[in-house]
């Protein structure tokens, strides 16, 4: 995001209401936690796949929720 994208997100921010404040908090709060447990996420199965651990096909596909 450059500067004055962000500068402009600020200023629009700072005309909501406390409500819509509130709101918009919760869901930044939200996006950091989503972002930090995708990352977990990602580590760990990185780290699987460095220690040779592998999935078959048709376990990726149950996991992926295909036939």
Same mark, same amino acid.
């Given at each position: 995001?450059?500067? %004055?994208?962000? !500068?402009? !997100?600020?200023?629009?921010?700072?005309?909501?209401?406390?409500?819509?404040?509130? @709101?918009?908090?919760? #869901?930044?709060?939200?996006?950091?936690? %989503?972002?930090?447990?995708? $990352?977990?996420?990602?580590?760990?199965?990185?780290?699987?796949?460095?220690?040779?651990? $592998?999935?078959? %096909?048709?376990? !990726? @596909?149950?996991?992926?929720? #295909?036939?």
């Amino acid at each position: 995001m450059t500067a %004055v994208k962000f !500068l402009d !997100l600020k200023q629009r921010s700072s005309e909501l209401s406390e409500k819509q404040r509130q @709101n918009l908090s919760a #869901h930044l709060i939200q996006l950091s936690q %989503v972002r930090a447990s995708r $990352k977990q996420e990602t580590s760990r199965r990185l780290n699987a796949m460095a220690s040779g651990e $592998k999935v078959s %096909v048709s376990d !990726l @596909n149950k996991q992926l929720g #295909h036939s």
